[in-house]
């Protein structure tokens, strides 16, 4: 799986970052909103949820929010994914102790009374459960790409030898360098690239062509 990009060449956010941002404002919006409605005696007082742990979560929401855009501008989102899942742990363990500290009040209050969870918890709760869907996703979605990634590496080509005179020649070269042997590769070539191991081939073939010819002319000299 490629990386999804914009017109400019810029990483976009994938469909779990996106769900993890949407999860994120909802915890934090919830932070603000009614947590729970008592009735006694017919006073009704709502609690709100930056009265008590709210302020605590949304610190917390701030932070895994820091962790989502760290591993995207990193391209590092399977550590983003398990900071986000630690600091989310703590989100929902502070809820479990809020509404398990609510329910052992409830049992102790021995005259008629009405009580109910308001929208905030839910929106926490909510945001919570899906952040942990969106760090999965996350994590799937890395690993699929690191294995398509390197499904797609191009192989290496090794050097070849010269049928002909034996010697190593570069894998993309069509001409030995050495005897001048022609032979068809089964790969096709850009005829317009020279690599540079042909390149250097072909200078040292040139060289070494000069010496023989060079030595060949001293021992005609010496035989003379």
Not at 31 to 48: A, H, I, R, S
Not at 67 to 82: C, D, H, P, T
Not at 193 to 213: L, M, P, Y
Request: charged residues 25%; glycine residues 8%; aromatic residues 12%.
């Amino acid at each position: 799986m490629e990386e999804a990009k914009d017109i400019n060449g810029k990483r976009k956010l994938y469909h779990p970052e996106i769900l993890g941002i949407i999860c994120i404002l909802l915890i934090m919006f919830g932070c603000f909103l009614p947590w729970q409605t008592l009735e006694v005696l017919g006073k009704t007082t709502t609690y709100m949820g930056y009265e008590y742990d709210g302020k605590v979560i949304f610190v917390f929401a701030i932070i895994i929010l820091g962790f989502l855009y760290l591993g995207f501008i990193k391209n590092r989102r399977v550590q983003s994914a398990v900071g986000m899942l630690i600091f989310n742990a703590f989100i929902l363990l502070v809820m479990y102790n809020d509404i398990s500290g609510v329910e052992s009040y409830k049992s102790t209050i021995t005259i008629e009374y009405s009580h109910s969870y308001g929208i905030g918890i839910y929106l926490i709760i909510i945001g919570g459960i899906g952040l942990i869907f969106s760090c999965l996703w996350q994590i799937v979605e890395a690993y699929k790409q690191k294995m398509e990634g390197g499904e797609k590496q191009p192989k290496q080509h090794k050097d070849r030898y010269c049928p002909d005179c034996g010697r190593s020649i570069p894998f993309d070269a069509n001409v030995c360098p050495y005897c001048g042997k022609k032979f068809k590769v089964n790969y096709p070539i850009d005829e317009n690239v020279k690599t540079q191991k042909v390149v250097e081939a072909i200078e040292k073939a040139s060289i070494e062509k000069d010496d023989k010819e060079k030595n060949e002319m001293e021992w005609k000299k010496v035989d003379s």
